[in-house]
């Protein structure tokens, strides 16, 4: 596989949070390889080129999970994160892959794999994936699995309770891929803002900022039409 030149701007744009998940791949190739260094650089091309020639969708483990492993250490934790969704792109893992990398891995290598749904799995197949981590308390896997892949299949309870969990946990809502038009004229949701809001206030605790931003968002403001294949706040797909 050739791999294209790297571009010297913004070495770290698109390599954090869910900007991984929403960032092509391609996209996410330049801004990683001008951030590394030279032996890095070589490695991750090499272990590109690998997964890209043995994707190894079943059977043992093949090499390039292996690599997973390895990503901070030869590349950084900077860039490590960024790394694992280019290697399980390059392998085109298929739901059966990233499920075994999911449930094997460690808390970083889970966090890879929801990036990486957006980018491999068009439809919902991986959305027990994205259940289980909205399940955990980690915020960092919290703040993976309500990426652009949970926007365009969680359905909407799920989703209405996965944006609770992280005003629950703290995960900032700009972590929620397209929160604008998932919110909007959900009145269920608001429901709900304002019965948690209710409870903190009679507790005597602070009701999270962006709980109020949500809120707002709830309302009858217009918005421009939903992507294709975006579910609304009914759980219906446009």
Known sequence: MTHAHAHPASPAAGT?????ARTPPSDLYHHVVAGLGEAARAWLDRTLDEAAAQPGAHGPVTAWELRLAEAGRRCGPEYADAVRVLIL???RADPDALTRVYLQGTAAERRAVLYALSHLVPGPQALP???DALRTNDTRLLAAAVGPYAARHLAAHAWRHAVLKCLFTGVPV???AD????????TELARMLGD???????AGRPV??????????TGPTPTPPAAP???GPDGKES
């Open 16 to 20: 954090q949070g869910t900007l991984l």
């Open 89 to 91: 792109h390059a392998a």
């Open 129 to 131: 994936l994205v259940e």
């Open 174 to 176: 700009d972590e929620v």
């Open 179 to 186: 929160l604008d038009r998932r919110a909007h004229g959900d």
């Open 196 to 202: 948690y809001a209710d409870e903190r206030t009679a």
């Open 208 to 217: 999270p900022t962006d709980l109020h931003r949500v809120l707002t968002l």
């Open 229 to 231: 294949g975006t579910r």
